[in-house]
């Protein structure tokens, strides 16, 4: 297989409860044909969610094996229950020049940015998706009826707590219509696929750039002042 012209990007997306950033990172895989990374949690499937699909259910068991076998790339305990993030899900990926989408809490994506891997450093790229108003994440929240009152009321606590972060992240959107967030989230996957730093083979693009002659007799007087 030959080598990709860049490294692919690790897109992080963050963002309250019922914020919106699950369907993004979903639409995004599909349309951009990015890979999404599953990850393994403690807490309990909803209804209709699928094991492998939308999350790898483990018990807290599996978990902590997996944890201390060195499975993670980060974890951390999120409204009471734990979620991780599989090496196997993202660096591969990374290497093969292919974008990887994880939807992550804001301790997650702490973790990540201070990773010791410049490899993963340089890959990563992180948005936080903002809900329009609390009115809204609570009509979203309802609406979905997948939690009890009382976690209800855990989700939406952390909400307030998780909003200060945002400026911790490069890009920030709040969240309109599906269409309008998927819209402006691939924005900023054309960007970043551009950026110089994640390019791995300028050589081989400058090896078809002729080399500039700068014999006298090519170069004006004028512009001879320059060199
Ligand atoms: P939910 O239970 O609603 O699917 O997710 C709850 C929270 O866990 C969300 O804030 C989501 O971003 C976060 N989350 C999902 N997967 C991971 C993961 O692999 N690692 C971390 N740290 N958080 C995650």
């Given at each position: 297989m030959?080598r990709?012209?860049r ?8 963002g309250?409860t019922?914020?919106?950033k699950?369907t ?6 599909d ?5 999404y ?9 909803r209804e ?6 939308d ?6 068991e ?6 201390i ?6 974890w951390?305990q999120?409204?009471?229950n ?5 090496k196997s899900?993202?660096v591969a990926?990374l290497?093969?020049g292919r974008?990887?989408?994880?939807d ?16 993963i450093?340089?890959a990563?790229v ?15 929240l309802s ?10 009321r855990?989700?939406l606590?952390?909400?307030?707590d998780e909003m200060k972060?945002w ?13 309008r967030?998927?819209e ?12 110089s730093s ?8 400058l090896?078809d750039?002729p080399a ?11 512009q001879?002042?320059l060199?």
């Amino acid at each position: 297989m030959s080598r990709p012209d860049r490294i692919g990007i690790l897109c992080m997306v963050s963002g309250p409860t019922a914020s919106g950033k699950t369907t993004v990172c979903r639409k995004a895989r599909d349309v951009e044909n990015c890979a999404y990374s599953i990850s393994c949690t403690t807490r309990a499937p909803r209804e209709g969610e699928v094991n492998g699909v939308d999350y790898h259910f483990l018990t807290k068991e599996d978990f902590m094996h997996r944890a201390i076998h060195g499975d993670f790339l980060e974890w951390a305990q999120v409204h009471g229950n734990c979620y991780g993030t599989l090496k196997s899900e993202v660096v591969a990926h990374l290497e093969a020049g292919r974008d990887v989408v994880m939807d992550i809490d804001i301790q997650g994506a702490q973790l990540i940015r201070g990773c010791d891997d410049p490899f993963i450093r340089n890959a990563i790229v992180d948005v936080f998706i903002l809900p329009p108003s609390m009115e809204e994440i609570k009509n979203r929240l309802s609406g979905r009826g997948t939690e009890t009152d009382d976690q209800m009321r855990l989700r939406l606590y952390n909400a307030l707590d998780e909003m200060k972060h945002w400026r911790e992240y490069r890009y920030a959107l709040v969240s309109d219509t599906p269409e309008r967030d998927l819209e402006r989230f691939r924005s900023i996957l054309h960007c970043e696929r551009m950026r110089s730093s994640r390019m791995r083979t300028p050589e081989g693009l400058l090896g078809d750039i002729p080399a500039l002659d700068l014999s006298d007799d090519l170069v004006s007087s004028d512009q001879s002042e320059l060199f």
